[in-house]
């Protein structure tokens, strides 16, 4: 193959061969930089720029091995670091498959959808739930307040080119913050408290993974049962009081979290 879609491809489908693949990458066999992490790298260059656009397939592993003179193992491992990042996919009678990447998000102190902006991926916000309650239990105790206290209910869908993403559901004290729904479309919680003149300090996270419910799967458009990642957060303001609880849900199809880690002498 060399770019040209044979007479069983689907139609609109591009199929890349070896020579096609080949020019995308620039391999240094004497770099100490294992060669399927750099066969990895170029590639996903390549789909994170759009050069190779969702719906791109590929060539069998043992064809790309033998043209490129590299071993089916190196092909192989490189091509799954890929599916594990949620760029390529693989199917049953098609082979494997550029998706459109997801969502990569730094754990850092910023708003989903500041991050998402700054990304380019045109985020969207569906206000479902903006209320006043008194906190139940669990509320209360993350907030530092007795229960039955008065507390704003946030629950949000939020949705990325086109793509839902995440439900957030967030508590703060009401009688540190309200807000419109009409604000929550249109700006990022943690700039909304900014806004208000509330300064963010710190946050204690946890991040988790599941099974979505059958009304989980059906609001962020995933199958029955599909995987989720969780994220509980407390953030605290300036004066060390606790200002927002956060309980999100995440489409791990289209979304992931990225640490980076330092190493200490």
Known sequence: MNGSRSPGDRRGVRTLGASTVLGLLDLDRTSPVPL????????????????????????????????????????????????????????RGVGTE???????????????????AAAGQRPTTRVLTNERIAAPADVAEALGLPEGA?????????????????????????????????????????????????????????????????????????????ALLTMQRITYAIDDSVIEFGSHIYAASRYSFEISLLTTS
Do not use: W
């Open 36 to 91: 399927y992490f750099q066969v990895a790298g170029h590639l996903q260059a390549a789909i994170e720029n759009g050069t190779l656009p969702p719906g791109t397939q590929f060539a069998s592993e043992l064809r790309l091995a033998e043209e490129l003179g590299l071993s089916r193992p190196t092909v192989r491992r490189a091509l799954a670091y890929l599916v594990e990042r949620g760029l390529l996919v693989r199917r």
């Open 150 to 226: 008065p507390v704003i209910r946030l629950v949000r869908l939020r949705s990325a080119s086109g793509q839902a993403i995440a439900r957030m559901t967030n508590h703060l004290p009401a009688d540190r913050f309200e807000v419109s729904s009409q604000a929550l479309e249109q700006h990022g919680l943690y700039r909304l408290l900014r806004s208000a003149g509330i300064t963010l300090h710190a946050a204690n996270q946890a991040i988790g993974a599941r099974r979505a419910t059958v009304e989980e799967a059906r609001t962020l458009n995933e199958s029955r049962g599909a």
């Open 98 to 116: 550029v998706v459109k990447p997801r969502v990569r998000r730094p754990l850092e102190l910023t708003s989903l959808y500041d991050d998402l």
